[in-house]
Structures are given as C-alpha cells and as structure tokens.
C-alpha cells in the first residue's frame, strides 16, 4: 500500500523523479503516482487538497513511462526488504 506515495511532498525534488518528469512533460509527484499505479498488488492513497489536485492526480494515470524509466525508478525506490508499518503522518 503506498499511503501518502510521495511523502508529503519530500520526494518531489528526488532527482530520478525530476528528470523522468521532464522526459514526460509531468510533475515529479505525477510521475511517482504513475509508477505506483502501475504496481501490480499495489494500491496508492495520495491526498488531495482541492479540485485541482484531485485532477493532478487523476492524470498520472495518462502517463507512460518507458520500460528504462520503470527501471531507473525501481532503482532509486527498492520495495522493502520486509513488512513495515505504516508511517504515523
């Protein structure tokens, strides 16, 4: 489960999410958002603070990472090694 999937904002300025979204004309929070939807058992719960927000949101799912891009962020975030619990935000 990916609650909070960009930690409240800290990992927009990650560099690997900066750069693939300026590969994909995104934001760096849409594309983590698309690389956690595309988790196959993997469930994203972002927050959403406005109508706007609920459609930057809503339009990580239109984004298409590229296969190398898929990988370069496998990279930065590796799954746990074990089962954690969820962070108290």
Do not use: C
Not at 7 to 30: F, M, N, Y
Not at 57 to 77: G, P
């Amino acid at each position: 489960m990916a609650y909070s999937p960009v930690e409240q904002g800290r990992l927009s300025t990650h560099p690997a999410l900066d750069k693939i979204a300026a590969e994909v004309g995104a934001t760096p929070v849409q594309v983590a958002l698309s690389w956690t939807l595309r988790r196959d058992g993997l469930i994203a719960i972002p927050k959403a603070s406005s109508v706007a927000h609920v459609r930057e949101n809503r339009a990580a799912a239109d984004i298409v990472l590229s296969d190398a891009q898929l990988a370069t962020l496998d990279a930065a975030f590796p799954r746990p090694s074990n089962r954690r619990p969820l962070e108290m935000l």
